[in-house]
C-alpha cells in the first residue's frame, strides 16, 4: 500500500494521450484557434501558425471540438482507429455568415467585420451561392437576403423595382461598386438588374446615415458591390438555366492572364419572350427582355505590389411589356411609340469604368475613381421618353495614425450632368419653356477621426462638407460608438444627417407610366434628414454549431420630403411637404450553422413609415405607401450528402398602404368606390436542390412561388376604359402593384467550373 502513492503519478499520466495538430482552411493557418473537449470546459487555443496541444483522458472524453470565428466548426471522434494523434490536420469551412470577412464600406479602412465600430451586414458568395443557387439570381434578389431590406416593384407594367431598406425607398440608398458610388438616379432603377451573382465576392451593407462617407445619397444606408479578385478565380466558370416561363440565363467568366498581371472576363446574358394575361386585364403579367452585361476586371502588376485596379462593365436591356398585339412575334420593334396599341419599350445602354490606384510615395494614399454613362430610350404608350447621364467621380484619401487615433482625410469631386427631358428638367428662358440639362459639380471634403480610448470603447467622428451650386455648402456629420461588454457581444449607436436632391424621372417611376397628367406646383427643394440606429449583435458557438444574433433599432426624420399626390385620378402633385415624415422600427435576423452543415437565416423587419398632412391647420399622420408594416423571411439549407443540398425560402409580406385609385365602370365613369387602400398580406415560397456531380460538374433545379401565388388585382387603372383603346385613358395608371402577378416557376441549371 505504500508504493501505490509513488504509483499514482504514473497512474494519472498513463491515462491522458497527448494529442497534436493544425487547424486550417482554404485561406491558411487558422491562427488562435479554439480546441476543447466536447461538452467540458476544458480546452487550449492553438498558435499563431495553427498548431496545438492537448492532453486527454481518452477514458472520459471521445470528441474533441474545433472552433474559430468566421468558420464552421468541427467535431473529431477520438475513437476512429486510424487517427493519429500526433498529426492531426483539422480543415474548417468558411461560414456562410462572413463573421470573419475584412470590410471596408462602415470606414473606408480594412477592419475585420467584428471590430468595425460601423455595423456592416455582410454577403459572401458563398452565402449566396448556398441559398440562392442560380443564374437567374441578381443584386435585387440577393438583398432581401438582409433584414430590413425588400425589392420594391414600382409599376405594374414595365415592373422596374429598387431596393428600400428601412422603409426608405431604393433612392434614398447609396449603391457602390468596389467602393465607388455609380449608381444614383437613373441607375438605381435601370442598372441594378444587370449585376449578376457571378461577379459578386461579397455584399457590405450598411443600415443607417452614411452620408459622411459617400455623399448625398447615402441617406438610408450603403449597399458596397465587392468584385470578385481576379487572383482566387477558377479559369472557366459557367452556369447555364432555363425556365418555365420561356427564361434562359448564361453566365460566364475567363480569368486571364498576362504575366504577372491578371484578369477576369465575365458576360452575363438573359433572355425572356413569354406572354402570360392570368388576371385578364389585357396586359401581360410579366416583362420581356433581352439583357447583356459584360463585365472586366484587372489587377495589374507593380514592383511595389501597391494595388491598381481597372475595371468595366458594358450593359444593355430591351425591356419590354404591353398588350399581347405589342409582344407576339416581337412586334414591339415596329409598334413602340403607337397611339393606338399600348406598349412600353425601354432601351437601357450603360458603360462604367472605374478602379484604384495606391501611391508609391505616400504610404497610405490612395485614390478612387470612376466614370458612368447612362442612356435610357424610352417609349411609354405614346409618350417618348429619352434621359442621358454622365457622371465622373474621384476621391482621394490618406490616411494617418497618431497615437490612438486614426485619421482619414478625402478630396472629393463629383460631377453628374443628367438630362430626363420631362417636367422636371424644364425651365424658364426668356418667357419661354426649356429643356435643361441639370450639371452638378460638387466637390467635397471629408474628415474622420477613429478613437478607441480602452479595449472595449471605439469612437468614430466625421464631418462631410460639400459645396452644391444652387444649395451652398452642405454639412454631412455622423458620430459612432461601439462597446463591447464582452468578446463576441456589442451595441454599436449610429448618427448621422442626409442630404438629397431628386429626379422624379427616375425616383418615381409613376411619374411617366401611365397617362395621369404631372404637376409640379412649386421649384421643389432638396430632401433634409437626421437618422439614428442602434445595434446589438451577439455572436456565439453552441446548440452543435454557431451563429450569431443581431437586432436593429432604428429612426429618420425627414424635412421637405417629396411626397406624390394621387387624390385627383387624373393627376399627379408634386411637392415638397409642408410637415415632416419619418421611418421607424426594428429588424433582427438570426444566423445559424450546424455541424453536419445545415444552416439557416432567419429575419424580420417591423417598421411605421408615415409624413404630415396639413388641413386647415389640422395635422393627420398618413401612412407611406408601399411601405409594409412588417415583413420576415427564412432561408433553409438542408445538406442531403457531402454532394447534394436541399433549400427552401420563405418570405412574408404584410400590410401596407396603397394609392388611392378608382376603377371604371363599363360606361367609362369613374367608380365611386376607391379600391382597397390596404394590401393583404401575402407570402412566396421557394425550393431548389444543389448537387455536384463531379469538382467540375454541378446541376440544380427547383421551384419559384410553389403555391402559385399572385396579386388579386389587376396592378392597372382604367386598363377597361371602353372610351379610349387600352392603355390610353386619361385615368390609367400602373401604381397599384404590390405583389407578384407571376405565378409559379420551374427552373433548372447547370454549372460548370475548371481551375487551373
Not at 73 to 95: A, C, P, Q, R
Not at 466 to 484: E, R, V
Not at 676 to 683: A, D, G, I, V
Amino acid at each position: 500500500m505504500k508504493y501505490f502513492f509513488l504509483l499514482f503519478p504514473f497512474i494519472i499520466s498513463a491515462q491522458l494521450t497527448n494529442i497534436s495538430g493544425f487547424v486550417k482552411s482554404e485561406s491558411g493557418n487558422l491562427g488562435y484557434a479554439s480546441v476543447s473537449l466536447l461538452n467540458s470546459q476544458n480546452g487550449v487555443i492553438a498558435n499563431d501558425d495553427g498548431y496545438f496541444e492537448i492532453d486527454i483522458d481518452l477514458s472520459k472524453h471521445n470528441d474533441l471540438l474545433i472552433s474559430y470565428i468566421g468558420h464552421v466548426s468541427k467535431k473529431i471522434s477520438l475513437k476512429k482507429n486510424n487517427l493519429n494523434f500526433n498529426n492531426i490536420i483539422v480543415f474548417l469551412d468558411e461560414d456562410i455568415n462572413g463573421l470573419n470577412e475584412i470590410v471596408v464600406t462602415g470606414t473606408l479602412k480594412d477592419e475585420y467585420v467584428t471590430e468595425s465600430p460601423v455595423k456592416v451586414n455582410v454577403l459572401t458568395a458563398k452565402k449566396i451561392n448556398s441559398f440562392l443557387p442560380s443564374a437567374g439570381t441578381n443584386l435585387t434578389k440577393i438583398i432581401q437576403l438582409v433584414n430590413g431590406a425588400q425589392e420594391v416593384v414600382a409599376c405594374g407594367v414595365c415592373y422596374t423595382n429598387s431596393i428600400s431598406i428601412n422603409g426608405l425607398e431604393g433612392p434614398y440608398t447609396s449603391v457602390l461598386m468596389d467602393g465607388i458610388p455609380m449608381y444614383g438616379n437613373l441607375a438605381s432603377i435601370y442598372g441594378l438588374n444587370g449585376i449578376p451573382n457571378m461577379v459578386i465576392d461579397r455584399l457590405e451593407i450598411v443600415k443607417g446615415p452614411s452620408s459622411t462617407l459617400y455623399g448625398s445619397e447615402a441617406v438610408a444606408g450603403v449597399i458596397n458591390i465587392i468584385t470578385k479578385d481576379p487572383e482566387n478565380q477558377p479559369l472557366l466558370s459557367l452556369d447555364i438555366q432555363g425556365t418555365s416561363h420561356n427564361e434562359s440565363f448564361i453566365n460566364m467568366a475567363l480569368t486571364p492572364k498576362i504575366g504577372k498581371t491578371t484578369g477576369y472576363f465575365g458576360v452575363n446574358w438573359d433572355r425572356k419572350n413569354h406572354y402570360d394575361d392570368f388576371n385578364n386585364d389585357g396586359f401581360g403579367d410579366d416583362i420581356n427582355l433581352d439583357r447583356i452585361s459584360v463585365f472586366n476586371k484587372w489587377n495589374i502588376h507593380r514592383k511595389s505590389n501597391k494595388q491598381f485596379t481597372i475595371s468595366s462593365r458594358y450593359y444593355f436591356e430591351d425591356r419590354r411589356n404591353g398588350v399581347e398585339e405589342f409582344l407576339k412575334n416581337r412586334n414591339y420593334k415596329d409598334l413602340r411609340g403607337s397611339e393606338n396599341i399600348y406598349g412600353e419599350s425601354i432601351y437601357t445602354y450603360r458603360f462604367e469604368l472605374f478602379g484604384k490606384y495606391e501611391f508609391d510615395l505616400i504610404e497610405d494614399f490612395e485614390v478612387n475613381y470612376s466614370y458612368s454613362t447612362h442612356n435610357q430610350n424610352s417609349y411609354y404608350g405614346s409618350d417618348y421618353y429619352v434621359a442621358n447621364q454622365d457622371i465622373f467621380f474621384s476621391q482621394f484619401t490618406l490616411n494617418k495614425k497618431y497615437k490612438k487615433h486614426d485619421f482619414l482625410y478625402g478630396l472629393s469631386i463629383k460631377n453628374n450632368l443628367y438630362d430626363d427631358n420631362t417636367i422636371a428638367t424644364e425651365k424658364v428662358v426668356n418667357g419661354e419653356i426649356r429643356n435643361k440639362a441639370s450639371n452638378q459639380f460638387v466637390p467635397g471634403l471629408l474628415v474622420q477621426d477613429q478613437f478607441k480610448p480602452s479595449e472595449k470603447i471605439s469612437l468614430i467622428g466625421g464631418l462631410r462638407l460639400d459645396h452644391f451650386k444652387d444649395h451652398g455648402l452642405i454639412f454631412a456629420p455622423s458620430f459612432h460608438i461601439k462597446y463591447n461588454p464582452g468578446e463576441w457581444l456589442a451595441f454599436r449607436l449610429n448618427a448621422g444627417t442626409g442630404f438629397r436632391l431628386i429626379n422624379l424621372f427616375t425616383e418615381d417611376h409613376a411619374f411617366v407610366t401611365g397617362q395621369r397628367e404631372v404637376k409640379i406646383l412649386e421649384e421643389l427643394q432638396p430632401e433634409k434628414s437626421k437618422s439614428l440606429i442602434l445595434n446589438t449583435n451577439y455572436i456565439y458557438s453552441g446548440f452543435n454549431g454557431s451563429g450569431n444574433l443581431d437586432i436593429d433599432l432604428f429612426y429618420t426624420y425627414f424635412s421637405n420630403k417629396i411626397i406624390p399626390n394621387y387624390d385627383n385620378p387624373k393627376y399627379i402633385i408634386y411637392q415638397n411637404l409642408e410637415g415632416y415624415s419619418y421611418s421607424k422600427g426594428v429588424s433582427g435576423a438570426w444566423n445559424h450553422s450546424f455541424l453536419n452543415g445545415t444552416a439557416f437565416t432567419l429575419n424580420f423587419n417591423h417598421q411605421i413609415v408615415k409624413y404630415s398632412e396639413y388641413n386647415n391647420n389640422i395635422k393627420t399622420l398618413l401612412d407611406m405607401e408601399h411601405s409594409p408594416r412588417w415583413t420576415a423571411g427564412l432561408n433553409l439549407k438542408f445538406p442531403i450528402n457531402k454532394s447534394w443540398f436541399i433549400n427552401t425560402s420563405s418570405n412574408y409580406v404584410g400590410v401596407m398602404q396603397l394609392p388611392e385609385v378608382f376603377d371604371m365602370n363599363i360606361n367609362g365613369q369613374i367608380s365611386e368606390i376607391a379600391r382597397p387602400s390596404k394590401s393583404e398580406p401575402f407570402s412566396l415560397h421557394n425550393i431548389n436542390i444543389n448537387g455536384k456531380l463531379t469538382n467540375k460538374n454541378e446541376v440544380y433545379f427547383g421551384v419559384l412561388n410553389i403555391f402559385n401565388f399572385r396579386q388579386k388585382e389587376s396592378p392597372l387603372v382604367a386598363y377597361n376604359d371602353p372610351n379610349y383603346n387600352k392603355g390610353f385613358s386619361p385615368f390609367f395608371d400602373t401604381s397599384y402593384a404590390y405583389a407578384p402577378n407571376q405565378g409559379i416557376n420551374v427552373f433548372v441549371g447547370y454549372k460548370f467550373n475548371l481551375t487551373n
